[in-house]
């Protein structure tokens, strides 16, 4: 991790940029000169990796993203800089493992490579969206009664005791201590106390998300969530944030949400920007761990589209080939849960994601993690079992598997004429907290396809 006074220092003698300039000049410009200059693009064929050359130059051209466009500091309209020297020692400094959660409920996490055979580990939960305050304990006891699942991940609360959650308000703060309470009740109930937990997604302010640790919150032994901005910038609030973690020994988690299309452009770019920014991730916050989301559309909202997975794939490849940082990524698939198209778009990412060496899996979120109350254990569940079948699989298999079945949805998602299922509370007992009929049997009707399509479950 980077000294703070030096990165304050960095912010303050950095070179002045107009904001829109970084935005619409400097950053796509390079990107589009390094996709170039190391022949990187997309193929929609290929969206598992299957060219090493590929997945090094991708990790070549974000080396060089970050030594010459820098990391721009909003609040203080400069680019802060580094060196090949300063960036490379950093990132040898990685642990290439992690132990997250406590007692009996702790898990291990030791970094995975290229067509690990190791199944990757699984959180469940909302994974960081919205719940709404009176199934909030109940989703997250659901996925802490999933013995294939090893951690949580909290979501935000829509309201608190009825009322809207405002930024830079004393609600927030305490939405953000109720979302880490209520996450602990549910994995207590489930008789899980230990398990580790992600977050906090209830505040958006830098004081609301600190105000989530401490007495019956986040714990520092938990994955506290560093995000950077978007693209390639960061402020004091982020700084702040990263203080706290490393003046308080809490764990830090570096977190990304890309967007597709906007100044970092098309699937190829944007792969060499998130590779870039996990790796100032790693540097800036000191994080064992980088999270992504799959790169969010405006047009169509999808996460799980062809584009996307070859995005969060070629990602993890990357950096598995050329560091020794831990990788997770978010599951979105755009359709409503508990319906059959969300468990294929979920086969799909998680599958490409698991061969490409990811070691945690979050997921998954169904309607693309943008509507309350759908989210549930049966979903984590789902996920985990499919990650332990992909991970038998080779890269090449696994790349056929994803291009045929992502044929069978992609049209949905770009028309937006998806399934929108159903939410917690009309596919669970909210008495027992166990998953509906329907839900196992539309699980045993769609693993039964998969594994016709060429996945191995036991």
Excluded at 184 to 189: A, C, F, I, K, V
Aim: a negative charge; one cysteine or more; charged letters at 20%.
């Amino acid at each position: 991790m980077l000294d703070m006074f030096e990165l304050y220092k960095k912010s303050l003698e950095g070179q002045f940029v107009e904001e829109k300039v970084f935005d619409n000049r400097t950053l796509p410009n390079k990107l589009n000169e390094l996709a170039k200059e190391y022949d990187i693009a997309f193929n929609s064929a290929e969206i598992v990796p299957q060219d090493s050359t590929l997945v090094d130059a991708i990790y070549k051209a974000a080396l060089d993203l970050i030594i010459d466009v820098g990391i721009y500091n909003i609040s203080t309209n400069t680019v802060l800089k580094f060196d090949e020297y300063e960036l490379k020692s950093q990132i040898k400094l990685l642990h290439g493992e992690h132990t997250y959660g406590s007692g009996n409920d702790k898990v291990h996490v030791k970094q995975r490579k290229m067509e690990d055979k190791r199944s990757p580990v699984v959180f469940g939960g909302a994974n960081g969206g919205a719940v709404n305050e009176e199934y909030y304990s109940k989703v997250m006891e659901s996925a802490a009664k999933e013995p294939s699942l090893s951690g949580i991940h909290t979501g935000g609360l829509v309201t608190l005791r009825g009322m809207e959650i405002k930024a830079r308000t004393p609600i927030e703060l305490l939405a953000a201590r109720a979302e880490a309470l209520w996450t602990r009740e549910g994995m207590q109930l489930a008789g899980r106390p230990g398990m580790p937990m992600v977050g906090i997604m209830s505040s958006v302010t830098g004081e609301g998300q600190i105000f989530g640790d401490g007495l019956n919150g986040m714990r520092p032994e938990d994955m506290h969530l560093l995000c950077l901005l978007n693209d390639m910038k960061l402020d004091w609030d982020t700084l702040k944030k990263t203080v706290n973690t490393s003046q308080n020994g809490y764990t830090p988690e570096a977190c990304m949400c890309p967007v597709m299309g906007g100044y970092t452009g098309g699937p190829a770019t944007t792969t060499i920007a998130c590779v870039a920014e996990a790796l100032v991730g790693y540097m800036i916050f000191g994080a064992d761990c980088y999270s992504l989301c799959p790169p969010f559309n405006p047009m169509t909202g999808e996460g799980t589209s062809p584009q996307a997975t070859f995005v969060n794939a070629h990602v993890g490849a990357a950096l598995k080939r050329n560091t020794q940082g831990l990788y997770s990524v978010y599951t979105f698939p755009s359709a409503g849960m508990c319906t059959e198209m969300m468990i294929e778009e979920t086969a799909v990412f998680a599958g490409a994601c698991t061969v490409s060496g990811v070691d945690v899996i979050f997921g998954a979120a169904a309607r693309c993690g943008a509507e309350a109350d759908v989210y549930s254990g049966m979903s984590g569940r789902i996920t985990a079992e499919i990650a332990r079948a992909s991970a038998q699989l080779s890269a090449s298999d696994m790349n056929e598997f994803c291009v045929d079945l992502a044929k069978t949805y992609t049209d949905a998602i770009t028309s937006g004429k998806v399934p929108e299922g159903k939410k917690f509370h009309e596919c669970y007992d909210l008495k027992t907290v166990r998953p509906s009929e329907e839900f196992e049997n539309l699980w045993v009707k769609s693993r039964t396809k998969l594994t016709d399509m060429g996945l191995d479950f036991e």
